[in-house]
C-alpha cells in the first residue's frame, strides 16, 4: 500500500487548504482507520486527527471547530480541511492509515508541508 499526500502549502493566518491523501494497493480501504498527524518543527508528531471506519471523527483540542477530517472510500482517499489556519499549524502533515484484524497493519504517507505565515 502506498499514501500519497498532497496539498500543502504557503498560506497567511486566517486562510484554508485542503489536505488529500490518495491510497494505492488495496481493496480494503473501508476496513482502515485513518489518521493526519502533524510535525513542527523541534516538537514531536502529533495525532491531529482521527476518523474511523463508521466514520465518526476526533480531534486534537488545538484544530477542533477548525478543521474536519473526512473520506471517501469509493476514491480511497482521505481528506482534511483546514480553515482559520494560524501560524502554530505550520507542519509536515502525514497522513497514517490503520488495520487492526489480528494483527497491525498500518501505513504512512510522505509528508506534506503546511506554512501559515504573514
Known amino acids: 500500500v502506498q499514501l500519497q499526500a498532497f496539498g500543502g502549502g504557503l498560506v497567511q493566518p486566517g486562510e484554508s487548504l ?55 472510500n469509493a476514491k480511497n482517499t482521505l481528506f482534511l480541511q483546514m480553515n482559520s489556519l494560524k501560524p502554530e499549524d505550520t507542519a509536515v502533515y502525514f497522513c497514517h492509515i490503520v488495520r487492526t484484524l489480528g494483527t497491525r497493519v498500518e501505513y504512512w504517507g510522505q509528508g506534506t508541508l503546511v506554512t501559515v505565515s504573514s
Do not use: M
Request: with cysteine; hydrophobic share 35%.
Open 18 to 72: 485542503r489536505l488529500s491523501c490518495a491510497a494505492s494497493g488495496t481493496s480494503i480501504f473501508s476496513l482502515y482507520t485513518l489518521n493526519w498527524h502533524r510535525q513542527a518543527p523541534g516538537k514531536q508528531r502529533e495525532l491531529v486527527a482521527t476518523i474511523s471506519r463508521g466514520g465518526f471523527a476526533n480531534y486534537t483540542d488545538s484544530v477542533k471547530g477548525r478543521f474536519t477530517i473526512s473520506r471517501s
